[in-house]
């Protein structure tokens, strides 16, 4: 360490004699300089090569290029002297080409709005090519020519239509809302150590829940009767459900898709250990899992069928869903407050579901 500290002390000795011949403007130059790349160094924690962007380029050429060549091999620079001539060379050209360009620019820039038609027409139709959409908007009286379709496709990073005609099952399930229903068992047990089995429903366009029933012992002949009830619930709800996604639990049995069959609901089974394909309804029982089963003890089945009631109310009227926009399934979200003076004076009360478990806030009457 000794040696190491007279070493420093006699480097930076010589170095301060070197700055006593220097003017106040190199002296400034250097600090500015130095100054900058600490900032890029600073930019860019972390290993790899020390990368400078054209605005650092420009500026330190700028500031550098004056002094001499001499002057420039005593900076401690992370660029060589030559790299810094070359970033000024450069600008100088960039400069005089800007100059000598006619007045007339080129062919114009492609409108904004055509630009967005070109982007919703492959969002859209995502099977269609470059070619396809050109040929629509020469239907619209759209002048524009195929190559300038695939630009603008390229620039915003759109793949080729092979690429994009093929659809995730992701898609499908955001294309297919409306007409998908999903259902699963959800387990649980009660104090005495039985466990009960619960069967649910979760509408993906809406996400409204309906709880179907809760058992001991899920029998076919239970199942069955699940699936018609669910069938009638859907009929007097008016809704249009023509799909319904479970998994492949030996608890559904046939009977259970053909009553489905006869209302017109086809089933679409998962795929083996793969619970993203059912994952609305898998977040559900999340949910229903950390909100209610997990801060409850549960007596009985009919303890139990109360809980859920109580529950399936709660998520279908008053708990808000990210999907549908902070809003619930039965209940719109309300127009804001934007009166300054019911905002100063809020007068919010809690009610209290099954003994505290659940609040809900609303505004007092």
């Given at each position: 360490?000794?040696?190491?500290?007279?070493?420093?002390?006699?480097?930076?000795?010589?170095?301060?004699?070197?700055?006593?011949?220097?003017?106040?403007?190199?002296?400034?130059?250097?600090?500015?300089?130095?100054?900058?790349?600490?900032?890029?160094l600073e930019r860019q924690l972390?290993?790899?090569?020390?990368?400078?962007?054209?605005?650092?380029?420009?500026?330190?050429?700028?500031?550098?290029?004056?002094?001499?060549?001499?002057?420039?091999?005593?900076?401690?620079?992370?660029?060589?002297?030559?790299?810094?001539?070359r970033w000024h060379r450069d600008?100088?050209?960039?400069?005089?080409?800007?100059?000598?360009?006619?007045?007339?620019?080129?062919?114009?820039?492609?409108?904004?709005?055509?630009?967005?038609?070109?982007?919703?027409?492959?969002?859209?139709?995502?099977?269609?090519?470059?070619?396809?959409?050109?040929?629509e908007l020469a239907t619209l009286?759209?002048?524009?020519?195929?190559?300038?379709?695939?630009?603008?496709?390229?620039?915003?990073?759109?793949?080729?239509?092979?690429?994009?005609?093929?659809?995730?099952?992701?898609?499908?399930?955001?294309?297919?809302?409306?007409?998908?229903?999903?259902?699963?068992?959800?387990?649980?047990?009660?104090?005495?150590?039985?466990?009960?089995?619960?069967?649910?429903?979760?509408?993906?366009?809406?996400?409204?829940?309906?709880?179907?029933?809760?058992?001991?012992?899920?029998?076919?002949?239970?199942?069955?009767?699940?699936?018609?009830?669910?069938?009638?619930?859907?009929?007097?709800?008016?809704?249009?459900?023509?799909?319904?996604?479970?998994?492949?639990?030996?608890?559904?049995?046939?009977?259970?898709?053909?009553?489905?069959?006869?209302?017109?609901?086809?089933?679409?089974?998962?795929?083996?250990?793969?619970?993203?394909?059912?994952?609305?309804?898998?977040?559900?029982?999340?949910?229903?899992?950390?909100?209610?089963?997990?801060?409850?003890?549960?007596?009985?089945?009919?303890?139990?069928?109360?809980?859920?009631?109580?529950?399936?109310?709660?998520?279908?009227?008053?708990?808000?869903?990210?999907?549908?926009?902070?809003?619930?399934?039965?209940?719109?979200?309300?127009?804001?407050?934007?009166?300054?003076?019911?905002?100063?004076?809020?007068?919010?009360?809690?009610?209290?579901?099954?003994?505290?478990?659940?609040?809900?806030?609303?505004?007092?009457?």
């Amino acid at each position: 360490m000794l040696l190491r500290l007279a070493y420093l002390t006699v480097t930076n000795a010589f170095a301060a004699l070197r700055l006593l011949p220097m003017s106040d403007r190199d002296k400034d130059v250097e600090i500015l300089a130095l100054r900058h790349q600490i900032t890029v160094l600073e930019r860019q924690l972390g290993p790899g090569r020390t990368r400078f962007a054209p605005e650092d380029r420009v500026f330190l050429a700028a500031l550098l290029a004056p002094l001499p060549r001499e002057a420039l091999r005593r900076l401690r620079l992370l660029v060589r002297p030559d790299t810094v001539l070359r970033w000024h060379r450069d600008l100088i050209k960039k400069r005089h080409a800007d100059r000598s360009r006619p007045n007339k620019p080129g062919r114009p820039r492609t409108a904004r709005s055509i630009r967005a038609l070109v982007l919703r027409l492959v969002r859209e139709n995502p099977s269609w090519g470059y070619r396809r959409v050109h040929g629509e908007l020469a239907t619209l009286g759209i002048k524009l020519a195929a190559s300038t379709v695939w630009e603008i496709l390229k620039a915003e990073g759109v793949d080729p239509a092979p690429d994009r005609a093929s659809i995730t099952w992701a898609d499908f399930l955001r294309s297919q809302a409306d007409a998908l229903l999903a259902c699963d068992f959800i387990e649980t047990i009660t104090l005495t150590g039985q466990r009960h089995y619960i069967l649910a429903a979760i509408e993906h366009a809406t996400r409204r829940v309906r709880i179907l029933g809760a058992t001991a012992h899920p029998t076919a002949a239970w199942v069955a009767q699940a699936a018609k009830n669910l069938a009638m619930d859907l009929a007097d709800a008016g809704a249009k459900v023509t799909h319904l996604i479970r998994d492949r639990a030996a608890k559904f049995p046939a009977l259970f898709d053909e009553i489905l069959a006869d209302a017109g609901i086809e089933v679409v089974l998962s795929g083996v250990r793969m619970p993203r394909m059912n994952s609305i309804m898998e977040r559900w029982v999340q949910t229903c899992r950390h909100e209610l089963l997990d801060r409850t003890l549960v007596w009985n089945q009919r303890h139990l069928l109360r809980a859920l009631r109580e529950f399936e109310q709660h998520h279908n009227t008053h708990r808000p869903h990210q999907a549908i926009g902070q809003a619930a399934p039965l209940r719109s979200v309300p127009e804001p407050i934007n009166d300054p003076a019911r905002i100063a004076h809020l007068d919010i009360r809690r009610t209290d579901r099954l003994a505290g478990v659940i609040h809900e806030y609303r505004h007092a009457a």
